[in-house]
């Protein structure tokens, strides 16, 4: 279980690190772009080849990998479209004040992303005694440039560092209890139940690219983002290579 959490803290603590770097330095956008389609093209190779592949290969026809796909998808869809509907429309109130009220939606959003891609490292733990490598660098990676945005906004909406650091320490540690939680709960799972949790997170991770990370990407840095995107997907696809 210390050895769970430990990787949790390790895959999620680019949060605190995105923290620290979104107050201390002022990104450009274009940097930022690139960071996040970076970022997105690592969890794109560690969806097919590290979660939907494997749940593919272990679910032996039952149907269980199509199931749990569709299901994150949707959820992931649900969650969303209830988070738009709390800060209040599609967020183009630059004001502080429409800065401030999007927080929260952002903090959930991001909870809502990280709970399945870590409680995935526990369950790898669980199957194999081991980390995926692939599934770890993806995590670390998206979660910096996440934090760095949402920073961004907060000291837009004049948080203090003491406060900052603060929630994302917070959140770090609620999603390495995930981790602790999808090692510690599933020990008795049939090896269905687990690909079918291997192939909802990565319906939920997909949509989250799609809505998010990758718009948010080509917004920022425009054609640079396709470049990155393939960047860290080969770079991901490499370690899944050298680690099996």
Same mark, same amino acid.
């Given at each position: 279980?210390?050895?769970?959490?430990?990787?949790?803290?390790?895959?999620?603590?680019?949060?605190?690190?995105?923290?620290?770097?979104?107050?201390?330095?002022?990104?450009?956008?274009?940097?930022?772009?690139?960071?996040?389609?970076?970022? *997105?093209?690592?969890?794109?190779?560690?969806?097919?080849?590290?979660?939907?592949?494997?749940?593919?290969?272990?679910?032996?026809?039952?149907?269980?990998?199509?199931?749990?796909?569709?299901?994150?998808?949707?959820?992931?869809?649900?969650?969303?479209?209830?988070?738009?509907?709390?800060?209040?429309?599609?967020?183009?109130?630059?004001?502080?004040?429409?800065?401030?009220?999007?927080?929260?939606?952002?903090?959930?959003?991001?909870?809502?992303?990280?709970?399945?891609?870590?409680?995935?490292?526990?369950?790898?733990?669980?199957?194999?005694?081991?980390?995926?490598?692939?599934?770890?660098?993806?995590?670390?990676?998206?979660?910096?440039?996440?934090?760095?945005?949402?920073? *961004?906004?907060?000291?837009? *909406?004049?948080?203090?560092?003491?406060?900052?650091?603060?929630?994302?320490?917070?959140?770090?540690?609620?999603?390495?209890?995930?981790?602790?939680?999808?090692?510690?709960?599933?020990?008795?799972?049939?090896?269905?139940?687990?690909?079918?949790?291997?192939?909802?997170?990565?319906?939920?991770?997909?949509?989250?690219?799609?809505?998010?990370?990758?718009?948010?990407?080509?917004?920022?840095?425009?054609?640079?983002?396709?470049?990155?995107?393939?960047?860290?997907?080969?770079?991901?696809?490499?370690?899944?290579?050298?680690?099996?």
């Amino acid at each position: 279980m210390l050895n769970a959490l430990m990787w949790g803290l390790i895959a999620n603590s680019s949060l605190i690190l995105g923290g620290f770097i979104g107050s201390r330095f002022n990104l450009s956008k274009r940097t930022l772009g690139i960071i996040l389609a970076f970022g *997105a093209g690592t969890l794109l190779s560690a969806v097919a080849y590290e979660l939907v592949f494997e749940s593919i290969r272990m679910a032996r026809g039952t149907g269980f990998t199509g199931y749990g796909f569709f299901t994150g998808a949707l959820a992931f869809f649900l969650m969303d479209r209830l988070l738009e509907n709390l800060s209040g429309g599609s967020g183009e109130d630059s004001s502080q004040s429409g800065q401030s009220r999007l927080i929260i939606p952002m903090v959930l959003g991001i909870v809502l992303d990280g709970i399945p891609e870590s409680a995935v490292i526990g369950i790898g733990l669980l199957e194999d005694g081991v980390v995926s490598l692939a599934i770890l660098m993806a995590i670390f990676l998206s979660g910096g440039p996440e934090a760095i945005a949402g920073t *961004a906004g907060m000291k837009s *909406a004049g948080w203090s560092r003491p406060k900052i650091f603060g929630l994302w320490f917070g959140i770090c540690i609620i999603l390495s209890l995930s981790t602790v939680a999808g090692y510690s709960l599933f020990g008795n799972a049939s090896v269905f139940t687990l690909q079918f949790i291997n192939a909802f997170a990565g319906g939920a991770i997909l949509m989250m690219l799609t809505n998010s990370m990758i718009p948010e990407s080509y917004e920022y840095s425009g054609k640079l983002a396709g470049i990155f995107t393939v960047l860290g997907f080969a770079l991901s696809v490499l370690i899944i290579i050298l680690e099996h």
